[in-house]
């Protein structure tokens, strides 16, 4: 006995964390208000609720909830999911059900809990359980998970989602229990007393196992498919009542069930049923055999399925059928919920299904369709008939089962079964063998158990099992029992805790005992159970602190520990304890001790005592990595011994202190090997601390067979290494203690020190001791992991002698020449043992060091490949492979050649490098800083790298800074420290939809009360650097507000009467008023997408003022007095552009949804004019896409003609050419010409048909699409109907047609595939210059058979109505073709007859029309201009001839206008001087012409002119806000009497918007589609007053939106995040026009359009270089510029920027230091400030380089570091200062005493690279960092110091032959002397 209890308590390990463990819900549910409050809150009206008696009777009615009421509880705990909780700490997720309440708790050891999600249902939870359902994305293969929580009731499962969807589905049966698993839900039918019934009924049973996919889905049988013997093996539905569900798992998908009657286990695969298993399943033949259990389902059973539905039956369970009230009658079924119909087997339905899947989630239909469909049985085996085979208590049953298209349900899942328990003889037939508790676990070498315990029998059974390789098949191989009580995974560590029958708690992994847990202030139970020691009734309640406990901090267990009222009523998952016959009824009161586990989480686990209290401990890990996975099977007994041995000791109870763990481990480590660790001098000074025997009796090792020795290797050196990581002291104090003692002890290796060969790790110590020599190499390169390596050495070394490698010895001596010089012993291994050591091959004489290898690399010799453990030597891997790319030169060192470098020892698995950079023609270093970064190398492992080894490192992040791509990842311009490129890359990976705004809060406004005026948010900051100059910003401002009164002055003269007066202002303020109204138009274009817009507050829109003030009493002057005629409805149309202008300030990338939208609505019906603009400018930013369909249909069935052109123009624009579908159904309604001939007539305003149009041509923008292009053909020649229908503004509607036709086949030119029978433009010409009317084609004959009663046009068309869009239509069919038979054909005629014959203002179209055709012909100058107009013209006139002077002035001046109108297409956007001063002209010669009273053109006709060349030039001017166009703009704002009117203002204002677009941060493109947008918005005829929309409609006016796109390019300053100034320079493509040219912008400026650029480059030399490369691609450049255009920037150092020093005089390089050279005194530390903002730099300066009273007497220092840190600025280079810094230190260290050589190792490196930089010639000087003053000097100290030793003073600590340590350094140091 005794000797059993020493082995246990040997290795018995200490449990942590212990804490006394109540459920958090049982805590929450106490306070929790729970359903009687709900419903006492219903009864009563909220005033009684709170007077004082309410308050009473509440509390009396809490009062009578008795404490019965406290149902049966039940509670899960699992690991958090990452998706719930931001934060990665991990933390645990508890979920309570008790009664009807159920909470979700999260919490962790850093955290108290708190409830996540609480939930109160109607009647008791029967269980409560997470699940994740998978949701089908519509388009896409993959599915989205949703995590849930289900919750049981008797009648229904309620399902909520963590993103805040509920359903409820009803259950159609009782369920005895759910199971979540991979696909959702399994629900267990209970066996009621009507199986049998439907036994004899249906000749079949009926299936007990249910799936639900999801919670909108039908419940659906599960179909099985039991192992049979023979392949095919049949296929059923599980109906198999004896079965019982006990487990299931997602992870594997896997089911574990128990035959009740068997008596056995078995396990089943879960998976989709396939489509064969479905129409087996669904196969309603009759059975061959004739079975009466026929094995298909017949119709009958679904049907019986269908209607056994307990929702609210009268009947009660008895009754063998309940129907519910819902399945009673068929028709009201059909009708009262779309989810009745199979989603399988509707379109329209499961559309609907689909479509409240995605939106809301609401209550899902009952499941199981009652009657709504089966095969009833048509196909039924049965003989005998349906009628009066139920005797149903409702009569409606016949007619519910004739009903003929009914299907039956279709099975999602099918179980397969993989395996079953063999029966086993001796089996209690008597006791149920089910299992209580099933769980899967792992060992430490990754085998898989699926486990079960059985409480009945006290054992657990394991079971292994495989993944074959397809993953999907399991194969399940042994079964090994355990004997327990009780068990629980601990999944993250590998193990399990096993509750043994005698009650102690041990530890297994896998089937592999570890060792005993001792859980403190439990003593363990090794006593059997009659013999009650006293001594052990200590409740646990009083245990303190145990001393012994070490580091760990237990808890001290609460006094109180409240007795847990737990009832004997617990949920499914706690084990009732009646039948454990091992336990004795007395002792369960004695003693507390564990009788139960329970809710494993990670390494937690809930042990539960015989009082009812429980306690939640955690076990240790071990200290392993997952290499062991990689581990061959047939090494596994020794790895396994390994670290069972290590656990044990490591976690012993009391267990060391962190200090201790190395020395533990190398005692554990050598025991092992076979040392006596108590003989050897330095093992037993390790001992001083924990005492340890080897108590593992030593197990003979049998000889592995075939297992390669690396793989144990590869084990320990990972696990040591771990070990060394986890360390959190450094070595060094113990260290020197011991080395200063050692050479006292050493005596002469005696005999006694022999190694035991039959040790377990006796034969593998070669292979151990390489690897422990290569993790030794990995460390020397590490400097934070350096000291550690002289811990390790002295292991080293041990071996090294004993092995009797005297090279390493001689390595390891000159690493550590005075630690090493103490070790004398050795030990003895017989040379017969010996030969039993496995040599492996890898084991060299001459050992590897990596720092002569590198070193070597550096002087250009020849290298073996290097030895590399994968996973261990990380940084020697990287490092090697580093200076073979970037020393050597070798391009493919990092992907085909890595074998020339690295010999990799591994466990037959190469791991090749992570991941293949392609690398393109880049220079080495490029290669070398990607290639690292593709490692996840970063700058803090650089710092962590010896200055020597990182040096060439160092010198490559140099390089590449200098010169970077622009398009690099974030963390490679992390490494090479370009802060703004970082900034920029990590913008750019920034999640999309948020922008990166320059400043988001709008400026402080100058008066207190100046009203919104809807331009507060134009970005100052901005604005004032690029017109820092003037205040035209502010001008602008004060051109476009129309939300103040405007001033009326109207002097009175004396003549005139008061009542005359105020009739004279009235009329003075109705013309301004034109002019107010036509304001929002441009202001809209002025603020275009300039602000983010608050998603809680409702869009300001800025009223739109039409009052006015006369001076000087500044006396309110009203439209409204009466005195005088105001037009009806003036304000309609105004308003409109008032919403749409608030509209567009919303930027496209904010964050807009479907509510926001809605939430603007204005409740009072006068603003529903606004809102309809808002509509429309949320399509123009592309946010109305958000808004839902029922939204919309809701908006226009209102019938609100403005609303619909809003909406329906701005649908339009979000969805530009995209053809969507859903979008033409809306257009078509209101375009008669698209409906069916058959169609109802629909009473659509004309203004909305007009809008429908232009929609259809937006939607369908560039397409071709044949249909419409030819319904929009005919609508440009429309005919009048009979009834007055299409007789006003036809002109409108034309031209809309011809616009939307133009968008449809945009640019196509004679391409137009499949359209060759329509003609499309001889139809066009035709329209264009009249003719004999067609027929009409197609659907629409009959529409047009009667001639209108109004208009007689007779049989030929209306020129004037058709001849605008046709013109127009053909000119964006044939946009840049360069056509030139279709371009002639819309020349000006060249007689003058025929002049007569056309519109002045038709010439306007045409000759716009012909020169984008002809694009490239368009060339900036008059001359261009003037060729336009007809040579006739041109001549000199025949005075005999009869010319009309007025036609031919009329004809010119169009003409001219048509021609300046397509330069400012041509040339739009481009700032292009020649366009803009040659438009300048025309507009001075127009406006000279217009200063002549009576010309012969007429005012309205030059107006409009100069309109259009004004609106030309400030397309050529966009968003530059020149002043001469500013100045034009603001001369015709003033003027407002005479027959300047609104569709002037609205001109001329237009430009000013166009010119200040968007603030200045958008300009126009001239891409196709934008020119199509501005012949829409800029056609030239505008509105004569506010309600004229006969030739054009007013809404198109803001389609200029579209062709807007953001060029500005803000240079952001990466450290003061604040735009600045930088230089430029952009690179032009060349063209047929121009050679590639390149010209120098300061910007922030407008790029020129993105195609015609090769590069943008930030220029030096104030700022660093960064080269944006348009050749290769654009996207990145767009990007940047569509956020805002936020370039960052870095300053250099020394630099200041332009604006503090526009001439660059004040820089701190300019002054103190013009050469190198000018003496480093010049240099004061407090200038630095201004070279450099890093504040390490600056605290450098002031600490280190400042004369201070501490470091008086070192001054030379102080002059030292400032020089330094003076070169370290001025070269860019501040990391390199603590390089400077180490090799300073070093070489004084050299000076005095040297403990190891590593520093001189470093000295040589950076002499070596120094030389091979020098040698290749002196152009390479410059790259080198380390400075040509700096190196000698250090160096000619090393000599110094080196040449003192040589001399040899004598005496020094104790070295023997003073000149053998100089000649072994200066061996070392060799190369510091070619130098």
Same mark, same amino acid.
């Given at each position: 006995?005794?000797?059993?209890v020493?082995?246990?308590?040997a290795?018995m390990?200490?449990?942590?964390?212990?804490?006394?463990?109540?459920?958090?819900?049982?805590?929450h549910?106490?306070?929790?208000?729970?359903?009687?409050?709900?419903?006492?809150?219903?009864?009563?009206?909220?005033?009684?609720?709170?007077?004082?008696?309410?308050?009473?009777?509440?509390?009396?009615?809490?009062?009578?909830?008795?404490?019965?009421?406290?149902?049966?509880?039940?509670?899960?705990?699992?690991?958090g999911?990452?998706?719930?909780?931001?934060?990665?700490?991990?933390?645990?997720?508890?979920?309570?059900?008790?009664?009807?309440?159920?909470?979700?708790?999260?919490?962790?050891?850093?955290?108290?809990s708190?409830?996540?999600?609480?939930?109160?249902?109607?009647?008791?939870?029967?269980?409560?359980?997470?699940?994740?359902?998978?949701?089908?994305?519509?388009?896409?293969e993959?599915?989205?998970?949703?995590?849930?929580?289900c919750?049981?009731?008797?009648?229904?499962?309620?399902?909520?989602?963590?993103t805040?969807?509920?359903?409820?589905?009803?259950?159609?049966?009782?369920?005895?229990?759910?199971?979540?698993?991979?696909?959702?839900l399994?629900?267990?039918?209970?066996?009621?007393?009507?199986d049998?019934?439907?036994?004899?009924?249906?000749?079949?049973?009926?299936?007990?196992?249910?799936?639900?996919?999801?919670?909108?889905?039908?419940?659906?049988?599960?179909?099985?498919?039991?192992?049979?013997l023979f392949?095919?093996?049949?296929?059923?539905?599980?109906?198999?009542?004896?079965m019982?569900?006990?487990?299931?798992?997602?992870?594997?998908?896997?089911?574990?069930?128990?035959?009740?009657?068997?008596?056995?286990?078995?396990?089943?695969?879960?998976?989709?049923?396939?489509?064969?298993?479905?129409?087996?399943?669904?196969?309603?033949?009759?059975?061959?055999?004739?079975t009466?259990?026929?094995?298909?389902?017949?119709?009958?059973?679904?049907?019986?399925?269908?209607?056994i539905?307990?929702?609210?039956?009268?009947v009660?369970p008895?009754?063998?059928?309940?129907?519910?009230?819902?399945?009673?009658?068929?028709?009201?079924?059909?009708?009262?919920?779309p989810?009745?119909?199979?989603?399988?087997?509707?379109?329209?339905?499961?559309?609907?299904?689909?479509?409240?899947r995605?939106?809301?989630?609401g209550?899902?239909?009952?499941?199981?369709?009652?009657?709504?469909?089966?095969?009833?049985?048509?196909?039924?085996?049965?003989?005998?008939?349906?009628?009066?085979?139920?005797?149903?208590?409702?009569?409606?049953?016949?007619e519910t089962?004739l009903?003929?298209?009914?299907?039956?349900?279709?099975?999602?899942?099918?179980m397969?079964?993989?395996?079953?328990?063999?029966?086993?003889?001796?089996?209690?037939?008597?006791?149920?063998?089910?299992?209580?508790?099933?769980?899967?676990?792992?060992?430490?070498?990754?085998?898989?158990?699926?486990?079960?315990?059985?409480?009945?029998?006290?054992?657990?059974?394991?079971?292994?099992?495989?993944?074959?390789?397809?993953?999907?098949?399991?194969?399940?191989?042994?079964?090994?029992?355990?004997?327990a009580?009780?068990?629980e995974?601990?999944?993250?560590?590998?193990?399990m805790?096993?509750?043994?029958?005698?009650?102690?708690?041990?530890?297994?992994?896998?089937?592999?005992?570890?060792?005993?847990?001792f859980?403190?202030?439990?003593l363990?139970?090794?006593?059997?159970?009659?013999?009650?020691?006293s001594?052990?009734?200590?409740?646990?309640?009083?245990?303190?602190?145990?001393?012994?406990?070490g580091?760990r901090?237990?808890?001290?267990?609460d006094?109180?520990?409240m007795?847990s009222?737990?009832?004997?009523?617990?949920?499914?998952?706690?084990?009732?304890?009646?039948?454990?016959?091992?336990?004795?009824?007395?002792?369960?009161?004695a003693?507390?001790?564990i009788?139960?586990?329970?809710?494993?989480v990670?390494?937690?686990?809930?042990?539960?005592?015989?009082?009812?209290?429980?306690?939640?401990?955690?076990?240790?890990?071990?200290?392993?990595?997952?290499?062991?996975?990689?581990?061959?099977?047939?090494?596994?007994?020794?790895?396994?011994?390994?670290?069972?041995?290590?656990?044990?000791?490591?976690?012993?109870?009391?267990?060391?202190?962190?200090?201790?763990?190395?020395?533990?481990?190398?005692?554990?480590?050598?025991?092992?090997?076979?040392?006596?660790?108590?003989?050897?001098?330095?093992?037993?000074?390790?001992?001083?601390?924990?005492?340890?025997?080897?108590?593992?009796?030593?197990?003979k090792?049998?000889?592995?067979?075939?297992?390669?020795?690396?793989?144990l290797?590869?084990?320990?050196?990972?696990?040591?290494?771990?070990?060394?990581?986890?360390?959190?002291?450094?070595?060094?104090?113990?260290?020197?203690?011991?080395?200063?003692?050692l050479?006292?002890?050493?005596?002469?290796?005696?005999p006694?020190?022999?190694?035991?060969?039959?040790?377990?790790?006796?034969?593998?110590?070669?292979? @151990?001791?390489?690897? *422990?020599?290569l +993790?030794?190499?990995? /460390? %020397? #390169? &590490? $400097?934070?992991?350096?000291?550690?390596?002289?811990? @390790?050495?002295?292991? *080293?070394?041990? +071996?090294?002698?004993? /092995? %009797? #490698? &005297? $090279?390493?010895?001689?390595?390891?001596?000159?690493?550590?020449?005075?630690?090493?010089?103490?070790?004398?012993?050795s030990?003895?291994? &017989?040379?017969?043992?010996?030969?039993?050591?496995?040599?492996?091959?890898?084991?060299r004489?001459?050992?590897?060091?990596?720092?002569?290898?590198?070193?070597?690399?550096?002087?250009?010799?020849?290298?073996?490949?290097?030895?590399?453990?994968?996973g261990i030597?990380?940084?020697t891997?990287?490092?090697?492979?580093?200076?073979?790319?970037?020393?050597?030169?070798?391009?493919?060192?990092?992907?085909?050649?890595?074998?020339?470098?690295?010999?990799?020892?591994?466990?037959?698995?190469?791991?090749q490098?992570?991941?293949?950079?392609?690398?393109?023609?880049?220079?080495?270093?490029?290669?070398?800083?990607?290639?690292?970064?593709?490692?996840?190398?970063?700058?803090?492992?650089?710092?962590?790298?010896?200055?020597?080894?990182a040096?060439?490192?160092?010198?490559?992040?140099?390089?590449?800074?200098?010169?970077?791509?622009?398009?690099?990842?974030?963390?490679?311009?992390?490494?090479?420290?370009?802060?703004?490129?970082?900034?920029q890359?990590?913008?750019?990976?920034l999640?999309?939809?948020?922008?990166?705004?320059?400043?988001?809060?709008?400026?402080?406004?100058?008066?207190?009360?100046?009203?919104e005026?809807g331009?507060?948010?134009?970005?100052?900051?901005?604005?004032?650097l690029?017109?820092?100059?003037?205040?035209?910003?502010?001008?602008?401002?004060?051109?476009l507000?129309?939300?103040?009164?405007?001033?009326?002055?109207?002097?009175?003269?004396?003549?005139?009467s008061?009542?005359?007066?105020?009739?004279?202002?009235?009329?003075?303020?109705?013309?301004?008023?034109?002019?107010?109204m036509?304001?929002?138009?441009?202001?809209?274009?002025?603020?275009?997408?300039?602000?983010?817009?608050?998603?809680?507050?409702?869009l300001?829109?800025?009223?739109?003022n039409?009052?006015?003030?006369?001076?000087?009493?500044?006396?309110?002057?009203?439209?409204?007095?009466?005195?005088?005629?105001?037009?009806?409805?003036?304000?309609?149309?105004p308003?409109?552009?008032?919403?749409?202008?608030?509209?567009?300030?919303?930027?496209?990338?904010?964050?807009?949804?479907?509510?926001?939208?809605?939430?603007?609505?204005?409740k009072?019906?006068?603003?529903a004019?606004?809102?309809?603009?808002?509509?429309?400018?949320?399509?123009?930013?592309?946010?109305?896409?958000?808004?839902?369909?029922l939204?919309?249909?809701?908006?226009?069935?209102?019938?609100?003609?403005?609303?619909?052109?809003?909406?329906?123009?701005?649908?339009s624009s979000?969805?530009?050419?995209?053809?969507?579908?859903?979008?033409t159904?809306?257009l078509?309604?209101?375009?008669p010409?698209?409906?069916?001939?058959?169609?109802?007539?629909l009473?659509?305003?004309?203004?909305?048909?007009?809008?429908a149009?232009?929609?259809?041509?937006?939607?369908?923008?560039?397409?071709?699409?044949?249909?419409?292009?030819?319904?929009?053909?005919?609508?440009?020649?429309?005919?009048?109907?009979?009834?007055?229908?299409y007789?006003t503004?036809?002109?409108?509607?034309?031209?809309?047609?011809?616009?939307a036709?133009?968008?449809?086949?945009?640019?196509?030119?004679?391409?137009?595939?499949?359209?060759?029978?329509?003609?499309?433009?001889?139809?066009?010409?035709?329209?264009?210059?009249?003719?004999?009317?067609?027929?009409?084609?197609?659907?629409?004959?009959?529409?047009?058979?009667?001639?209108?009663?109004?208009?007689?046009?007779g049989?030929?068309?209306?020129?004037?109505v058709?001849?605008p869009?046709?013109?127009?239509?053909?000119?964006?069919?044939?946009?840049?073709t360069n056509?030139?038979?279709?371009?002639?054909?819309?020349?000006?005629?060249?007689t003058?007859?025929?002049?007569?014959?056309?519109?002045?203002?038709?010439?306007?179209?045409?000759?716009?029309?012909?020169?984008?055709?002809?694009?490239?012909e368009?060339?900036?100058?008059?001359?261009?201009?003037?060729?336009?107009?007809?040579?006739?013209?041109?001549?000199?006139?025949?005075?005999?001839?009869?010319?009309?002077?007025?036609t031919?002035?009329?004809?010119?001046?169009?003409?001219?206008?048509?021609?300046?109108?397509?330069?400012?297409?041509?040339?739009?956007?481009?700032?292009?001087?020649?366009a803009?001063?040659?438009?300048?002209?025309?507009a001075?010669?127009?406006?000279?012409?217009?200063?002549?009273?009576?010309?012969?053109t007429?005012?309205?006709?030059?107006?409009?002119?100069?309109?259009?060349?004004?609106?030309?030039?400030?397309?050529?001017?966009?968003?530059?806000?020149?002043?001469?166009?500013?100045?034009?703009?603001?001369?015709?704002?003033?003027?407002?009497?005479?027959?300047?009117?609104?569709g002037?203002h609205?001109?001329?204002?237009?430009?000013?918007?166009?010119l200040?677009l968007?603030?200045?941060?958008?300009?126009?493109?001239?891409?196709?589609?934008?020119?199509?947008a501005l012949?829409?918005?800029?056609?030239?005829?505008?509105?004569?007053?506010?309600?004229?929309?006969?030739?054009?409609?007013?809404?198109l006016?803001?389609?200029?939106?579209?062709?807007?796109?953001?060029?500005?390019?803000?240079?952001?300053d990466?450290?003061?995040?604040?735009?600045?100034?930088?230089?430029?320079?952009v690179?032009?493509?060349?063209?047929?026009?121009?050679?590639?040219?390149?010209?120098?912008?300061?910007a922030?400026?407008?790029?020129?359009?993105?195609?015609?650029?090769?590069?943008v480059?930030?220029?030096g030399?104030?700022?660093?270089?960064?080269?944006?490369?348009?050749?290769?691609?654009?996207?990145?450049?767009k990007s940047?510029?569509?956020?805002?255009?936020?370039?960052?920037?870095?300053?250099?150092?020394?630099?200041?920027?332009?604006?503090?020093?526009?001439?660059?005089?004040?820089?701190?390089?300019?002054?103190?230091?013009?050469h190198?050279n000018?003496?480093?005194?010049?240099?004061?530390?407090?200038?630095?400030?201004?070279?450099t903002?890093?504040p390490?730099?600056?605290?450098?300066?002031?600490?280190?380089?400042?004369?201070?009273e501490?470091?008086?007497?070192?001054?030379?220092?102080?002059?030292?570091?400032?020089?330094?840190?003076?070169?370290?600025v001025?070269?860019?280079?501040?990391?390199?200062?603590?390089?400077?810094?180490a090799?300073?230190?070093?070489?004084?260290c050299?000076?005095?005493?040297?403990?190891?050589?590593?520093?001189?190792?470093?000295?040589?490196l950076?002499?070596?690279?120094?030389?091979?930089?020098?040698?290749r010639?002196p152009?390479?000087?410059?790259n080198a960092?380390?400075?040509?003053?700096?190196?000698?000097?250090?160096?000619?100290?090393?000599?110094?110091?080196?040449?003192?030793?040589?001399?040899?003073e004598?005496?020094?600590?104790?070295?023997?032959?003073?000149?053998?340590?100089?000649?072994?350094?200066?061996?070392?140091?060799?190369?510091?002397h070619?130098?």
């Open positions: 006995m005794s000797e059993v020493y082995e246990e308590t290795t390990i200490a449990a942590g964390e212990l804490q006394s463990f109540v459920p958090f819900g049982r805590e549910c106490r306070n929790h208000p729970n359903a009687f409050n709900l419903q006492l809150r219903e009864l009563q009206p909220a005033s009684e609720l709170w007077s004082s008696d309410g308050a009473a009777g509440l509390v009396g009615s809490l009062q009578e909830v008795s404490l019965q009421e406290r149902e049966r509880e039940c509670w899960q705990l699992r690991k999911c990452k998706g719930v909780r931001e934060e990665d700490v991990e933390f645990e997720e508890e979920l309570y059900a008790a009664g009807t309440v159920v909470v979700w708790s999260q919490g962790s050891r850093t955290q108290a708190n409830v996540y999600k609480a939930f109160t249902v109607d009647s008791p939870v029967q269980q409560a359980l997470w699940c994740t359902f998978a949701v089908p994305q519509n388009k896409t993959e599915e989205e998970v949703e995590q849930t929580v919750i049981v009731q008797s009648s229904c499962v309620n399902v909520h989602t963590v805040g969807k509920d359903f409820i589905s009803p259950l159609p049966f009782q369920v005895s229990n759910v199971w979540a698993t991979k696909f959702g399994l629900l267990e039918r209970k066996n009621t007393a009507t049998s019934l439907t036994l004899f009924l249906y000749r079949e049973p009926l299936p007990t196992v249910f799936s639900m996919l999801h919670p909108l889905d039908e419940i659906a049988p599960v179909v099985c498919k039991p192992a049979g392949e095919g093996s049949h296929v059923q539905y599980a109906s198999d009542a004896t019982k569900i006990v487990f299931s798992c997602c992870q594997p998908s896997v089911v574990v069930s128990y035959d009740t009657v068997q008596g056995i286990h078995s396990v089943w695969a879960l998976r989709k049923v396939t489509q064969d298993e479905r129409s087996t399943v669904l196969r309603c033949t009759a059975d061959p055999v004739g009466p259990l026929g094995l298909m389902a017949s119709g009958l059973l679904t049907s019986h399925l269908r209607n539905s307990r929702l609210d039956s009268p009660g008895g009754s063998p059928l309940h129907y519910s009230a819902l399945h009673s009658h068929q028709s009201r079924i059909m009708t009262s919920s989810g009745f119909h199979s989603r399988v087997h509707s379109p329209s339905i499961s559309n609907m299904a689909a479509l409240s995605a939106h809301s989630p209550m899902a239909a009952p499941s199981f369709s009652g009657a709504a469909r089966f095969n009833t049985s048509f196909h039924s085996p049965s003989p005998r008939g349906h009628h009066g085979m139920i005797h149903s208590p409702n009569s409606t049953v016949n089962m009903v003929p298209e009914m299907e039956p349900i279709i099975p999602d899942l099918c397969e079964q993989l395996w079953s328990e063999t029966v086993t003889a001796g089996c209690h037939r008597d006791m149920s063998s089910q299992a209580c508790k099933v769980f899967l676990t792992s060992d430490l070498c990754e085998n898989r158990y699926l486990c079960f315990l059985v409480e009945s029998h006290q054992q657990l059974r394991c079971v292994k099992f495989i993944e074959s390789n397809n993953t999907s098949q399991l194969i399940f191989t042994s079964v090994t029992t355990i004997p009580k009780d068990a995974p601990l999944q993250n560590i590998g193990a805790l096993v509750l043994e029958a005698c009650g102690s708690l041990v530890l297994y992994t896998g089937i592999t005992r570890v060792s005993k847990v859980v403190p202030g439990l363990s139970p090794t006593f059997s159970l009659t013999n009650h020691l001594h052990l009734s200590t409740p646990v309640e009083n245990v303190s602190t145990p001393a012994n406990a580091n901090h237990l808890q001290r267990m006094e109180a520990a007795p009222p737990v009832s004997e009523l617990r949920g499914p998952n706690i084990k009732h304890h009646e039948g454990s016959f091992l336990e004795d009824y007395t002792f369960q009161h003693t507390p001790y009788h139960a586990l329970r809710d494993p990670c390494n937690r686990v809930t042990l539960e005592l015989n009082s009812g209290t429980m306690l939640r401990i955690s076990i240790p890990e071990i200290a392993t990595s997952e290499l062991v996975g990689l581990f061959n099977q047939k090494c596994l007994h020794v790895a396994v011994q390994v670290l069972v041995k290590w656990y044990n000791i490591y976690n012993a109870p009391g267990g060391p202190s962190s200090h201790a763990e190395w020395n533990l481990f190398v005692t554990c480590f050598m025991t092992l090997m076979g040392y006596n660790t108590e003989r050897l001098a330095w093992t037993r000074n390790l001992h001083f601390e924990v005492p340890l025997s080897p108590v593992i009796a030593a197990k090792a049998r000889p592995s067979d075939g297992g390669s020795d690396e793989d290797d590869y084990l320990l050196g990972s696990l040591y290494h771990r070990q060394m990581n986890s360390q959190p002291v450094c070595y060094n104090n113990t260290l020197a203690t011991e080395t200063v003692g050479p006292s002890m050493s005596s002469p290796s005696s006694s020190l022999k190694l035991d060969s039959s040790a377990p790790l006796f034969p593998h110590i070669p292979a @151990l001791f390489y690897v *422990l020599h +993790l030794y190499q990995e /460390l %020397q #390169l &590490d $400097e934070l992991q350096r000291a550690r390596a002289s811990s @390790l050495v002295c292991l *080293l070394q041990q +071996l090294a002698r004993d /092995l %009797q #490698l &005297d $090279e390493y010895v001689d390595l390891y001596w000159r690493d550590y020449p005075s630690l090493i010089s103490g070790f004398t012993e030990c003895v291994i &017989d040379h017969a043992l010996i030969g039993q050591m496995q040599r492996p091959s890898f084991l004489a001459e050992p590897p060091c990596v720092l002569s290898w590198l070193s070597s690399c550096l002087r250009g010799e020849e290298n073996p490949p290097f030895p590399c453990l994968p030597s990380q940084r891997r990287l490092l090697v492979l580093s200076y073979a790319l970037y020393i050597i030169g070798d391009e493919n060192a990092t992907s085909s050649d890595v074998s020339k470098y690295l010999a990799k020892l591994s466990p037959g698995v190469c791991v490098s992570s991941v293949n950079v392609k690398f393109s023609s880049e220079s080495l270093a490029e290669q070398l800083v990607v290639w690292l970064t593709s490692e996840g190398f970063t700058l803090k492992d650089l710092e962590s790298v010896p200055f020597g080894v040096l060439p490192i160092r010198e490559a992040i140099y390089r590449c800074r200098e010169q970077p791509c622009s398009d690099w990842s974030e963390e490679v311009c992390l490494l090479i420290g370009r802060q703004d490129l970082t900034k890359a990590h913008t750019m990976t999640a999309k939809g948020k922008a990166v705004s320059l400043s988001l809060e709008p400026p402080a406004t100058t008066e207190a009360d100046e009203e005026d331009m507060l948010d134009i970005i100052q900051e901005v604005t004032g690029i017109w820092s100059q003037d205040l035209r910003v502010q001008e602008v401002r004060r051109l507000q129309s939300s103040r009164p405007a001033r009326v002055s109207v002097v009175q003269l004396p003549e005139v008061d009542h005359e007066y105020i009739e004279e202002k009235e009329n003075k303020l109705l013309q301004l008023c034109q002019r107010t036509a304001l929002p138009v441009g202001r809209g274009l002025f603020t275009l997408f300039s602000y983010h817009p608050v998603p809680t507050e409702p300001p829109v800025p009223k739109l039409l009052t006015g003030r006369a001076p000087p009493r500044n006396t309110m002057v009203d439209l409204n007095s009466g005195n005088i005629d105001v037009p009806p409805n003036m304000t309609s149309w308003s409109f552009h008032n919403g749409v202008a608030a509209g567009l300030k919303i930027a496209p990338a904010s964050q807009v949804d479907s509510a926001w939208i809605a939430y603007n609505k204005p009072s019906p006068e603003l004019n606004e809102y309809a603009g808002f509509l429309m400018a949320l399509g123009l930013n592309g946010h109305l896409t958000k808004l839902a369909t939204n919309i249909h809701d908006y226009l069935t209102k019938g609100h003609e403005m609303t619909s052109i809003g909406l329906l123009l701005g649908v979000a969805k530009l050419g995209t053809m969507d579908m859903s979008i159904r809306l078509s309604i209101h375009i010409a698209l409906l069916p001939p058959t169609s109802t007539e009473d659509v305003p004309h203004n909305v048909q007009v809008a149009v232009i929609g259809i041509g937006l939607v369908y923008q560039g397409t071709g699409h044949r249909h419409n292009a030819e319904v929009l053909l005919s609508e440009i020649g429309r005919p009048p109907g009979p009834e007055m229908e007789c503004d036809r002109e409108s509607y034309s031209l809309a047609a011809g616009l036709l133009g968008m449809v086949c945009l640019g196509h030119g004679s391409n137009l595939i499949g359209m060759t029978d329509l003609n499309v433009p001889e139809q066009l010409y035709q329209y264009m210059v009249g003719g004999h009317r067609r027929a009409q084609a197609g659907a629409n004959r009959e529409r047009h058979k009667s001639p209108s009663y109004q208009i007689k046009e049989d030929t068309i209306n020129v004037d058709t001849c869009g046709a013109t127009l239509a053909l000119a964006m069919i044939y946009l840049k056509n030139r038979s279709i371009a002639d054909w819309l020349k000006p005629p060249d003058w007859f025929l002049l007569d014959f056309i519109k002045p203002e038709f010439l306007l179209l045409r000759t716009l029309a012909r020169c984008i055709i002809m694009w490239d368009i060339l900036p100058n008059t001359e261009w201009v003037k060729s336009n107009i007809p040579q006739i013209m041109r001549g000199t006139f025949d005075p005999s001839e009869d010319i009309n002077m007025e031919m002035a009329q004809a010119q001046d169009y003409i001219t206008a048509g021609a300046c109108m397509a330069l400012g297409l041509r040339f739009a956007g481009s700032a292009n001087s020649d803009f001063d040659c438009l300048y002209e025309f001075r010669s127009f406006m000279k012409i217009m200063s002549f009273a009576g010309t012969a007429g005012y309205y006709n030059l107006q409009t002119g100069l309109s259009m060349i004004l609106l030309a030039m400030s397309m050529v001017m966009s968003g530059t806000g020149n002043l001469k166009v500013l100045q034009l703009c603001r001369f015709f704002h003033k003027r407002t009497g005479g027959e300047m009117n609104y002037f609205m001109a001329h204002h237009m430009a000013l918007g166009l200040f968007g603030g200045g941060r958008y300009t126009l493109s001239t891409s196709n589609s934008a020119i199509a012949l829409c918005a800029l056609y030239p005829h505008f509105p004569a007053h506010s309600t004229d929309n006969r030739y054009h409609l007013q809404a006016r803001h389609l200029a939106v579209l062709a807007a796109e953001p060029r500005l390019l803000v240079p952001v990466v450290d003061s995040l604040k735009p600045c100034y930088a230089l430029l320079e690179t032009y493509k060349e063209t047929k026009w121009y050679d590639e040219t390149t010209v120098e912008l300061m922030p400026t407008m790029l020129p359009e993105l195609h015609l650029l090769k590069r480059k930030v220029k030399p104030r700022y660093w270089e960064l080269s944006i490369d348009l050749s290769k691609e654009t996207q990145h450049l940047i510029l569509s956020r805002d255009g936020v370039l960052y920037v870095k300053l250099r150092a020394g630099q200041l920027p332009y604006k503090d020093d526009p001439q660059g005089w004040k820089s701190l390089l300019a002054s103190t230091v013009n190198r000018s003496g480093v005194r010049a240099f004061e530390p407090e200038s630095i400030s201004t070279f903002s890093e390490a730099l600056v605290s450098f300066a002031e600490f280190f380089c400042k004369t201070s501490e470091i008086k007497h070192r001054d030379d220092t102080l002059v030292l570091f400032s020089a330094m840190l003076y070169e370290c001025t070269q860019e280079c501040p990391e390199m200062l603590p390089t400077y810094i090799v300073e230190r070093w070489v004084l050299v000076g005095g005493d040297l403990l190891q050589t590593f520093p001189l190792w470093q000295m040589r950076v002499v070596e690279l120094w030389d091979s930089r020098v040698l010639g152009a390479n000087r410059h960092l380390l400075t040509s003053e700096f190196l000698p000097v250090m160096k000619n100290m090393v000599d110094v110091a080196l040449d003192s030793w040589l001399k040899g004598e005496g020094r600590d104790g070295w023997k032959p003073k000149t053998q340590k100089g000649i072994y350094v200066r061996t070392l140091v060799n190369p510091l070619q130098v």
